[in-house]
């Protein structure tokens, strides 16, 4: 049991490990971790100190940290490993958030292609597409955030916004070639209820409003499908500065 061991061999600690017997070598040469016991024969063997030493730069490898940085941090009289931890516990609940999103989204998937049979290649593209443009331009918490606000309205309530985003959408653009400068009280009106219609599915969170200007910012095609061109958006997000 390694428990009842208090010194390690390089190959016992590799074999224990999956970490290589070059990798150890490589860590003693640039001075990151040094076994720092000798046996009888003159063996170099690793400590229990040593172990929780390479715990830790293992842990700061998986954070992005380069070997440099690690050393750095190690030798830091103020560092906590506790921290080490907790940030690793930290990313270790965002990708199980990520993954039982996209095992929300694949049973959707199974559902649609239970319910027809089989997706054209255009479908099953855009299904992709989505999910992709999704998780760059949305956090995980960000999407539960979405996707809960959806749940409060009801499927009602929100057929009831989309029909009413045409209309809005049309009048904005009126205004627009009218000429009708953004910080008017008539487009001013019509900016108080596009972020009233916006904040039912953002709950009001200025991070999921600044992500989601972005991803229309730079995906103007998406916004193209419901009548929102670039000169548009820029002239709404201004009267919406002003709201």
Same mark, same amino acid.
């Given at each position: ?116 049979? /089989? =997706?054209? $290649?255009? *479908?099953? %593209? &855009?299904?992709? @597409? ?20 959806? /749940? =409060?309205? $009801?499927? *009602?309530? %929100? &057929?009831?916004? @989309? ?28 900016? &108080? ?51």
């Amino acid at each position: 049991m390694i428990a009842e061991k208090e010194q390690w061999k390089v190959g016992e600690l590799a074999k224990l490990t999956g970490i290589t017997v070059r990798a150890l070598h490589h860590y003693d040469q640039i001075s990151l971790l040094a076994p720092s016991l000798h046996s009888d024969v003159g063996h170099r063997l690793y400590s229990r100190k040593d172990i929780v030493r390479l715990q830790q730069i293992i842990s700061l490898k998986q954070l992005g940290f380069s070997l440099d940085e690690i050393g750095d941090l190690l030798d830091n009289p103020g560092f906590r490993p506790d921290k080490v931890i907790r940030f690793q516990l930290d990313r270790l609940d965002r990708q199980i958030r990520i993954q039982k999103d996209l095992q929300h989204r694949l049973e959707h998937l199974y559902e649609l292609v239970q319910a027809r049979c /089989e =997706l054209t $290649g255009t *479908e099953l %593209i &855009k299904i992709i @597409e989505e999910m992709h443009m999704t998780e760059k331009y949305f956090t995980p918490e960000q999407i539960a955030t979405i996707k809960k606000q959806g /749940e =409060l309205l $009801g499927e *009602e309530k %929100i &057929k009831e916004v @989309e029909n009413e985003w045409p209309s809005l959408i049309a009048k904005a653009r009126a205004e627009m070639e009218k000429g009708t400068a953004p910080k008017s009280p008539e487009v001013q009106v019509l900016a &108080k209820r596009w972020k009233e219609l916006v904040n039912l599915f953002t709950g009001g969170d200025a991070g999921i409003m600044s992500s989601a200007e972005r991803y229309y910012a730079e995906n103007l095609d998406r916004a193209a499908e419901y009548g929102i061109d670039k000169q548009l958006w820029q002239y709404i997000s201004k009267a919406m500065e002003n709201n």
